[in-house]
């Protein structure tokens, strides 16, 4: 009995001391970028149940549960990443530290037209399960296509068409926050312009956006950016152009004229954005380097092409006469991010794989490397093929967002591509800080508010009284990327501390175990 007596009064004192507390975290000493790109402020920043409870330039005269000495540093919104792919990896590591020791406490999935295709069920799972980060979706056009015409190369037919219409209004509905293409890829490569725009307006009648990996991104970049804009103007829906960028060096300086052209866009009325990871490689899949007629019908289809030899040598044939219009000397662009039938092909590009294969260095005989290992099952790749000076000029582009393109990185796992572990920590330190291509307080407001306000996520992106307090701390005297592409599993440094929906995750540069993210739906 006695000990019942002892605890009680230790009880009532927790519950006094909580009830004493005005704030669950107060935030001092700090330098307030708020997200509206405004010039940053000396001030102090306070968090009551999830939200932010005052900004002020004053010292605040309440009591905190937490306090936290932010020493001078910025203290910003969390930033929001618009262009991710962490399906099924959210499972794997729901701590997410690859998104969140680089500032992120949003992403948005779903990208390049694959995403789950029964969105209330994903966003069940994902609420059951919780992860660090919150995460909002697009509905993906590959996967809708497959899910009702397979991989085949036709046009749907009416009823298939409403089918597809169908499942992107029930994903609108589940609270998806648009439509997304990937042109470049199978079944997506298919589609012509009127079935994505009947998919799109599908999708404009819930208030959603059109996100598009465009069909062309080099080459033809010009023709693929008037098919976006053509889409958005016919489904009066805002579009959103994924990691733009100017691909082979024969089109290195075109980024003049397709930025003028957005712009152009703009001008006329159109709702028009872009987001770039600031990187002059790419990476995508090695089946992108075959044509797309050949990659029709799924996996087993492209095995029986490579293995019928008249078929395999007009693949061959077609391939290295685009790569000699190029007047490339090899492949060496082309690196191996992960291989799972051979591992140790890992980080090793195609030149040097073709001489372990004991073959001379010629594009025939690399084209035929390319093909033996899309035969054992294709691999994920880094393509290094931009300008610097595209990617600086596409930077200053006051609508451009910064996206990272990228999945939860497994730490140690393959050589992928470094944007997973350093793309704001890039701008923020290389772009900003050494470089001086664009001020501080407006890259934070590409990370941030203009993200939230284009995709329409709700009461995020801005250090605002009643918004939700997903909050990031960073020196930007320190903030730097260590993750290369010879050496990609390094985390960022610089971000002391993260906050997500007002619980401290990322804690003196440290995760701390915390998972309170959250599903985030379209306007909610």
């Known amino acids: 009995m006695k000990r019942k007596f002892i605890l009680i009064p230790l009880l009532f004192a927790a519950l006094a001391c909580h009830a004493q507390s005005d704030a669950d975290i107060l935030i001092r000493n700090a330098r307030i970028a708020d997200g509206t790109g405004n010039s940053w402020f000396y001030g102090e920043v306070s968090v009551k149940n999830g939200r932010i409870l005052a900004v002020t330039r004053q010292p605040q005269t309440l009591k905190a549960a937490k306090i936290i000495d932010a020493g001078g540093r910025i203290v910003a919104p969390g930033f929001i990443d618009v262009h991710t792919h962490i399906e099924e990896d959210e499972f794997k590591v729901p701590t997410a530290e690859s998104f969140l020791l680089d500032g992120v406490t949003t992403v948005v999935t779903g990208n390049c037209g694959s995403s789950n295709t029964d969105l209330g069920r994903y966003f069940r ?41 169908a499942l992107v209004e029930k994903a609108m509905k589940d609270g998806a926050v648009g439509l997304s293409t990937g042109l470049i890829y199978v079944p997506g490569n298919y589609a012509q312009t009127p079935e994505v725009v009947g998919l799109a307006k599908a999708a404009a009648r819930y208030g959603g956006l059109y996100a598009t990996h465009m069909r062309n991104e080099g080459d033809a970049v010009e023709a693929a950016i008037e098919e976006a804009l053509t889409i958005g103007r016919e489904a009066n829906i805002p579009v959103e152009i994924s990691h733009f960028k100017i691909g082979g060096k024969q089109n290195w300086g075109r980024s003049k004229v397709t930025i003028a052209m957005i712009e152009k866009a703009r001008r006329e009325g159109l709702e ?4 770039q990871y600031p990187y002059t490689a790419s990476s995508t899949s090695l089946r992108t380097m075959l044509p797309d007629w050949a990659l029709s019908g799924g996996h087993d289809s492209v095995v029986y092409r490579l293995t019928t030899p008249a078929i395999r040598k007009k693949i061959a044939a077609e391939m290295t006469g685009i790569y000699k219009k190029r007047r490339l000397k090899n492949l060496d662009y082309a690196v191996v991010a992960y291989f799972e039938a051979d591992t140790t092909l890992n980080g090793k590009n195609i030149s040097e794989i073709n001489k372990l294969k004991g073959r001379k260095t010629t594009i025939p005989n690399e084209v035929e490397t390319v093909l033996d290992l899309v035969q054992q099952g294709s691999a994920g790749m880094v393509f290094h093929g931009m300008s610097e000076d595209d990617v600086k000029r596409i930077m200053q582009y006051p609508f451009n967002m910064f996206a990272s393109d990228a999945s939860i990185r497994e730490f140690n796992v393959g050589m992928p591509h470094p944007r997973g572990y350093g793309t704001n920590a890039r701008v923020l330190g290389k772009y900003v800080r050494e ?13 941030t508010s203009l993200p939230a306000q284009k995709f329409r996520l709700s009461q995020r992106g801005l250090l605002v009284p009643g918004y939700v307090a997903d909050i990031v701390i960073f020196d930007p005297a320190t903030v730097k990327d260590l993750s290369t592409f010879s050496q990609p599993h390094q985390y960022s440094t610089g971000f002391s501390h993260v906050i997500v929906n007002g619980e401290i995750t990322i804690e003196n540069g440290k995760h701390n175990g915390t998972r309170k993210g959250q599903v985030v739906r379209l306007g909610r």
């Open 125 to 165: 799972q994902l609420d059951s399960m919780t992860i660090s980060i919150n995460v909002a979706s697009l509905i993906g056009h590959n996967d809708v296509r497959r899910a009702v015409m397979g991989s085949t190369d036709r046009r749907p037919t009416p009823e298939e068409q409403l089918r597809m219409e």
């Open 272 to 275: 028009v954005t872009i987001d």
């Open 435 to 447: 470089e001086k291509v664009l001020g501080l307080e407006e890259a934070i407001r590409r990370m």
